[in-house]
């Protein structure tokens, strides 16, 4: 059984099996090193991202996200769990850019069985929307784009090695329904050149449809063991729910 630990940057349990809770690491006030290697734990960095979003807690960093229309962002739903004031940085690679948003009262949506969650924002922003997939849009065999400010290397304090500027690696799907502690049906992943880390939670998947060849947010980063494995929430498969919160 394969053990494997939440994304986010904030305080957790003690360490679990996929069929149980997970990890997940203290929360501190996080800092950026501009002499790490550019991970997410591998990968390159990205130079335009328009439908990125930064989220985070009481102005700590805490998850990555994408803006899906003028007032929602799509996310996991273990990144809003808490207290405080969820606030986003929109459009921008570097995290301490865009527009500045917060979740409205009442505007935090989670799905029971599934690590997803979506916020509704104060405030309009006019950007480039991530495109949903649907499960035809993903499958096993393909490889796939993951985009996240996480951790830049592999540590017991990744909060303070998170990365300023939006982060990209290749992975390789496995499965588009498998499961692990947070609910399912997930998109699993191994590595290509890069693997998510704490603070990439939430991060988009997005992959080039094998039907129409256009390219589809499917997955929102969910779990990783740091090395090799990832789980992501298959968007694809919640795509019903998504529709009747958010319209999109």
């Known amino acids: 059984m394969r053990f494997v630990r939440m994304l986010s940057a904030f305080a957790g349990a003690a360490a679990l099996a996929v069929s149980s809770l997970g990890v997940t690491t203290p929360m501190a006030t996080a800092q950026t090193h501009d002499d790490a290697t550019p991970f997410i734990i591998g990968g390159q960095e990205v130079d335009s991202a328009p439908w990125a979003a930064r989220m985070f807690l009481n102005g700590r960093q805490r998850c990555s996200a994408s803006i899906i229309a003028p007032q929602w962002i799509l996310s996991a739903r273990h990144c809003v769990e808490g207290r405080g004031t969820f606030a986003f940085r929109i459009g921008n690679v570097d995290q301490f850019a865009g527009v500045y948003a917060e979740a409205k009262p009442g505007g935090i949506h989670k799905l029971r069985d599934s690590d997803i969650a979506l916020v509704n924002i104060d405030r309009p922003v006019q950007t480039e929307y991530a495109p949903l997939g649907n499960p035809r849009d993903v499958q096993a065999g ?65 992959s080039k449809s094998p039907v129409d060849g256009k390219v589809y947010q499917v997955g929102v980063a969910s779990t990783s063991d740091r090395q090799s494995f990832s789980t992501y929430a298959n968007i694809t498969a919640k795509r019903q729910w998504i529709k009747s919160v958010s319209g999109v």
């Open 142 to 206: 393909q490889t796939v784009q993951i985009y996240g400010w996480g951790a830049t290397r592999r540590t017991s304090d990744e909060i303070n090695w998170q990365s300023r500027i939006l982060k990209v690696a290749n992975v390789r799907v496995t499965s588009t329904t498998c499961r692990n502690q947070l609910g399912g049906p997930n998109v699993c992943v191994r590595r290509v050149d890069g693997i998510a880390a704490g603070g990439d939670s939430g991060g988009p998947m997005f």
